[in-house]
């Protein structure tokens, strides 16, 4: 995890970094630094907490020079503290670093013994002293860096600076993602796209076991062992405001009114409703393939994972072949059955999850073929995966995933649908009626939306419980494990989701008026169950909150509060019924004042194991 930015050309370095920084703050907040090179001199500024900690520290001693790298942390190696954040100098040398050495401790033990200190309670200050003790011996940044990496077994991204030789920034990339941005006269590097964003739309993803080394005017990528590779620049189309609050008090409040702009892109150039089909332009599977698929693993981890439990009911609905579901974390270590006509299919919105990264290579590697549903644009799982069905929600800030997960809804759908198609399941007819359905949904979305202050309302109610209960049936129940783990993670409420029907076998011994219960109960085809789990909770002193599709005139009796979403075909509710676990969450998260884009403890993109 942890964010790395790096910069080398004519401008002052420090607040390219800070802003890189703070767009990177959702891959860890728990302390920053920067290091900045002027004539031959580090200037090294590093603070625990937030960026803003950083930030104030450099305005009371600035730190000047036009190469500079910097960090944004998550701690695995040592707690959160001054001297724990980086980047850590050894000598001459200096390094950012996002990721885990796995031997760090035999390499440390190694240059302890050769007469090194360490200061730091961290992997990364090793990777500096190693780097280090090269340098002294052969005298040249570049090698001495290919030397060190060689060693390092692990994941990493680094920059690093060396101030005898202030005309370089190297950096290089092992399992952690890195992008190298191309200036006029000047080059930029960060662990992922929206930190260079205000700067350049030209990008390079360098990939594992390469390194770049920069000077303002030139690059050069080769592989660790020198050899010189050519790399094409890509043009990132994602638009710098995208990436800012645009006027919303939080990210996740601005992300969670983008949806239905979210879910038209994903759908947008994607329905053939003449010929009642669907295109998916980089699947990279043929409708012959898809038609001898003879099952489908599904492997993701946090809210991706929601959402691949209700693309289940989708796949194995529409296309009538089997789907098994697995956390990531739980897939690669099971010895998985993995049959040639099989497809894994990894949901992840920032393709870098570790956990579903090891799935991805465990699937390919008993040769099951792969297709990951992701967000971010030529990430490492896109890169691996045989073919990739973009979800084109833009770029998610807020920790909270929450247009993420309604357009993987939607991408699963897509799938689903032409996966029915290909094997003759699906009749164009039944097609084209999911396809008039799926358009009217962003302006449904619209009226989902518009449900705001009557859920902060809600929120009031209701912001002292210190546990809540979601329950939910069929494509629902996912949703209700994504409405509690959204309220955890961000309001430090405890919540559970259940399916509802199994209520009455446990946590139906929790039941009193202080335990807030949400009941997913939109008109599909377990209403009436759902109704009569309801009862039981009411009938217990349970405090209702429902959430119904259209005026549910019986409901509304019998409970709390009743939150009504527009009504659509049952396969679509779960996209309407997300909004109101969405503001729920975000509403009682901010009444009680916690820091709703950046909850403690958690970082968006999870890339250690
Ligand atoms: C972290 C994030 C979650 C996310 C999960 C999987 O836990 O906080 O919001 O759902 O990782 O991330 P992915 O990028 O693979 O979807």
């Known amino acids: 995890m942890c964010g790395i930015v790096g910069y080398i050309g004519q401008q002052e370095a420090s607040p390219i970094i800070i802003d890189g920084l703070r767009r990177l703050e959702y891959r860890g907040y728990d302390s920053a630094g920067i290091c900045t090179l002027e004539k031959g001199e580090t200037q090294i500024r590093r603070a625990e907490g937030k960026l803003l900690n950083l930030e104030k520290l450099l305005h009371e001693r600035p730190a000047e020079g036009t190469r500079g790298i910097g960090h944004t942390r998550w701690a695995t190696h040592g707690r959160p503290s001054e001297i724990n954040a980086h980047p850590h100098k050894a000598g001459a040398i200096v390094v950012v670093h996002n990721g885990i050495i796995e031997n760090y401790l035999k390499l440390k033990a190694r240059l302890a013994a050769a007469g090194h200190n360490f200061k730091s309670e961290t992997d990364t200050e090793i990777i500096a002293h190693l780097v280090e003790d090269h340098y002294r011996r052969i005298g040249n940044f570049e090698a001495a860096v290919r030397a060190a990496l060689g060693e ?309 109610e209701f912001m002292h419980a210190r546990d809540f209960l979601y329950l939910g049936r069929g494509n629902q129940y996912p949703i209700a494990l994504e409405g509690a783990l959204k309220l955890k993670e961000i309001s430090y409420i405890h919540a559970e989701g259940y399916p509802a029907g199994e209520m009455k076998h446990g946590p139906i011994a929790l039941i009193d008026e202080n335990l807030p219960v949400v009941v997913l109960a939109p008109r599909n085809a377990t209403y009436d169950k759902v109704v009569s789990n309801m009862e039981e909770v009411c009938a217990r002193g349970g405090k209702v909150i429902a959430v119904a599709s259209g005026p549910d005139a019986g409901l509304e009796e019998k409970v709390a509060a009743l939150i009504q979403v527009p009504e659509t075909s049952d396969d679509l509710l779960p996209i309407l019924t997300s909004v109101p676990m969405q503001l729920l969450a975000y509403h009682i998260a901010v009444l009680k004042g916690t820091d709703v884009d950046q909850p403690r403890n958690l970082a968006k993109s999870v890339t250690v194991e």
């Open 152 to 460: 390092a077994e692990g994941a990493y991204a680094v920059a690093i600076l060396c101030q005898d030789e202030p005309d370089k920034l190297i950096a290089a990339k092992q399992g952690a993602p890195l992008v190298i941005g191309q200036g006029i006269g000047e080059f930029f590097v960060a662990s992922d796209i929206p930190a260079m964003l205000s700067h350049t739309r030209e990008m390079i993803f360098l990939e594992d076991g390469e390194i770049a080394v920069f000077t303002p005017e030139q690059m050069k990528i080769t592989d660790l062992a020198g050899q010189p590779l050519v790399k094409q620049s890509r043009t990132i189309t994602w638009s710098p405001l995208m990436a800012e609050k645009g006027g919303y008090r939080h990210f996740m409040l601005k992300e969670i009114h983008e949806q239905p702009r979210a879910l038209a892109d994903t759908i947008a150039g994607r329905l053939q409703g003449d010929e009642g089909d669907v295109y998916l332009e980089d699947l990279g599977l043929d409708d012959q393939q898809l038609a001898g698929l003879d099952k489908v693993f599904i492997i993701a981890c946090g809210t991706s994972w929601h959402a691949g439990l209700v693309g289940k009911f989708y796949i194995e609905k529409l296309a009538r072949v089997p789907v098994e579901i697995d956390i990531a974390s739980e897939f690669r270590y099971r010895d998985p059955i993995v049959g040639k006509d099989s497809l894994t299919l990894l949901i992840s919105q920032s393709g870098e999850t570790a956990d579903t990264l090891a799935g991805l290579r465990e699937a390919k590697g008993k040769g099951g073929r792969a297709v990951c549903i992701c967000n971010v644009v030529d990430s490492s799982i896109a890169r691996e995966s045989d073919g990739v069905i973009y979800t084109h929600a833009g770029p998610e800030i807020g920790v909270a995933s929450t247009k993420a997960f309604t357009t993987q809804l939607i991408a699963l759908y897509l799938f689903a649908l032409k996966l029915g198609r290909a094997r003759g399941v699906l009749s164009a007819d039944d097609c084209r009626a999911q396809v008039q359905e799926l358009l009217a949904l962003p302006r449904k979305l619209e009226e989902a939306l518009e449900l705001d202050a009557e859920i902060e309302q809600i929120a009031k």
